[in-house]
């Protein structure tokens, strides 16, 4: 598991590791889609219409894939966050430790894909996912795939907190903050 310092110690931030493994789709879709672009090209000739067909599809999954990821970078880009197991405790960038008691729940919210743990993906921005993290005392944190990548099994070590499930076709806080109905 990524972020281990020790025994029941883990410590997460932004790596490129976990960017990469994000942006990996949208990257070989990309040679893929330039390759088949080429491809066509030298087979059929230049058409205006083709071109214009590919670069509108290629931006409708370019665009919110690269939007998702500039706002991962943003919520996440000075974050540290450590998760002690054996003192049941979390860490957010070196503050005094909260312990697992104080938290109230861990709301996960992720594409079908990732909802119904498969890994066929056919959209780029399906890799992205997030977990908000509630306190009892009504604060919230927000911990992105770009710090974990597997957010549901690191979630899961965070013992005697209920974590919630959300289905969302785009998991977007920036979105989930506009449409919320709380």
């Known amino acids: ?44 000739g230049f058409s205006w219409d083709l071109l214009k067909f590919f670069f509108i599809y290629y931006l409708i999954l370019f665009i919110p894939t690269i939007l998702l990821h500039c706002e991962y970078y943003l919520i996440n880009k000075n974050d540290i966050i450590i998760i002690n197991i054996y003192q049941k405790n979390i860490s957010f960038n070196f503050n005094p430790a909260i312990y697992f008691s104080e938290l109230e729940k861990i709301t996960l919210y992720m594409p079908p894909v990732w909802y119904r ?12 996912r997030y977990a908000t993290i509630k306190l009892k005392s009504g604060n919230q944190y927000i911990i992105t795939c770009l710090m974990m990548y597997d957010l549901e099994k690191v979630m899961s070590t965070i013992s005697g907190v209920s974590i919630e499930k959300k289905k969302r076709f785009i998991a977007s806080p920036l979105l989930e903050r506009l449409f919320s109905n709380e």
């Open 1 to 44: 598991m990524d972020g281990i310092l020790g025994d029941n110690i883990m410590e997460y931030k932004i790596t490129f590791k976990n960017q990469f493994k994000t942006l990996e789709f949208l990257i070989y879709g990309s040679v893929l889609f330039c390759g088949l672009v080429y491809f066509l090209y030298q087979t059929e």
């Open 117 to 128: 743990k498969s890994f066929i993906r056919f959209l780029p921005f399906e890799d992205y």
